[in-house]
């Protein structure tokens, strides 16, 4: 079976399945509900993924909310659907939006150069020159990934996406050591590290740890209360084994991801989530920024932060605040989306996608490095109502 098709003959595949520990049949089903689940059951059945998650929400409400294969294939713990994802780079956008309080609290301006709040970026030098340069690096460079901070990590931190070994001060103070790729403000370039400067801003400008200032400002007010950028020791029988891609074979990784000794909040991908928890966050997105009847961030900053900033080097985004935005001169993407939709995905599988023409919000949330999203596009794809 070609697995990127769209299934409409599901009704075998789907005649019985589990939820949350009862069996449900599939008439009591909607017919997105069933596509979803069958391109889930194959995924797993490819061995394309050992287990995932799938939320679909529109115009508030939920139209499917599924779970598919194994949490730990070794004890074939079956997947469940508040399971606590490593969703990586997802994290990104979080954090872009809580420097982007800052700037609702008039603490921070998107244009302020960054030496404002970390003197050590005052005199920063390009790669290949010999002289520092005198363009600075601002807040929004940060967020768009046009800072010029390398794409890769310094020697130091080679690591820290498994380790978290570092503090964030640590981690910037050596970040800060390192050349620029090129000019800020001069092209798009993916900077993991940028964020985490971001995150650090976070800290100076308000005058709380990183996670502190998160939770405070976003994860509790939205209701994320599965939600953390440190390993909650009471939740981590939810937290899926990770697995890698070793030649087209899913293999339990190395990583511990309760994260022992853990120093480092990750403001670039240390977040622990939940399809229900990411629901929140995207709602209040389409919703302009509130939540439940409370504004948690201003209209204006909320349609900066998804107006497309700057092509990238990928031709189906341009960058937005954080958020990678699919405008309607794009090339076509892996799977079916709106003009002015956008998202993000995360090194652990998960994809997180919003269309406002559509009040359409799809999260698909998984365990395993590599495989270049071939278990969640068919996904998606059946996720789109119609």
């Known amino acids: 079976m070609n697995r990127r098709s769209f299934v409409t003959g599901v009704s075998s595949v789907c005649s019985l399945v589990l939820l949350r520990g009862g069996f449900a049949s599939s008439e009591q089903k909607s017919g997105l509900e069933q596509r979803v689940r069958a391109q889930m059951d194959l995924g797993v059945s490819d061995g394309l993924t050992v287990g995932a998650v799938m939320i679909v929400v529109q115009r508030d409400k939920v139209l499917a909310l599924e779970a598919a294969g194994y949490s730990d294939l070794d004890t074939k713990k079956p997947m469940r659907t508040d399971a606590i994802f490593d969703i990586r780079s997802i994290s990104k956008p979080i954090t872009v939006f809580g420097a982007l309080l800052l700037v609702d609290d008039g603490k921070l301006g998107l244009d302020d150069p960054l030496a404002k709040f970390l003197p050590e970026f005052s005199r920063v030098q390009v790669k290949g020159q ?6 600075l690096i601002t807040i929004r460079q940060l967020m768009t990934h046009t800072s010029g901070i390398a794409a890769e990590r310094p020697p130091e931190l080679e690591n820290i996406t498994r380790t978290f ?45 990183y996670e502190g200032f998160m939770e405070q400002r976003i994860l509790e007010p ?63 997105m389409l919703n302009r920024g509130s939540w439940q009847g409370r504004t948690i961030l201003s209209p204006k900053l909320i349609d900066e932060m998804i107006r497309p900033q700057m092509p990238t080097s990928v031709p189906k985004y341009y960058s937005g605040l954080g958020w990678a935005v699919h405008p309607k001169k794009a090339a076509e993407m892996s799977y079916a989306v709106t003009d002015g939709s956008y998202g993000a995905n995360g090194a652990s599988g998960g994809i997180v996608w919003i269309d406002p023409s559509l009040q359409l919000i799809r999260i698909y949330l998984t365990h395993h490095f590599g495989g270049d999203f071939t278990d969640a596009n068919p996904v998606m794809n059946a996720a789109l109502p119609g």
């Open 222 to 284: 939205l209701e994320m209360q599965d939600s953390s950028f440190y390993t909650n020791r009471a939740k981590v029988n939810r937290i899926p084994t990770m697995y890698t891609d070793q030649g087209g074979r899913l293999a339990k990784d190395a990583m511990d991801v309760t994260r022992p000794g853990q120093k480092y909040p990750g403001p670039e991908f240390g977040l622990f989530s939940t399809a229900e928890d990411l629901r929140h966050f995207c709602q209040m």
């Open 165 to 209: 070994d570092h503090t964030l001060a640590q981690t910037v103070a050596l970040v800060g050591q390192q050349p620029l790729d090129f000019t800020p403000g001069s092209k798009w370039t993916y900077s993991s590290s940028g964020i985490a400067v971001l995150g650090r801003v976070i800290e100076v400008v308000s005058g709380q740890p």
């Open 130 to 135: 010999t002289q520092t340069t005198g363009v």
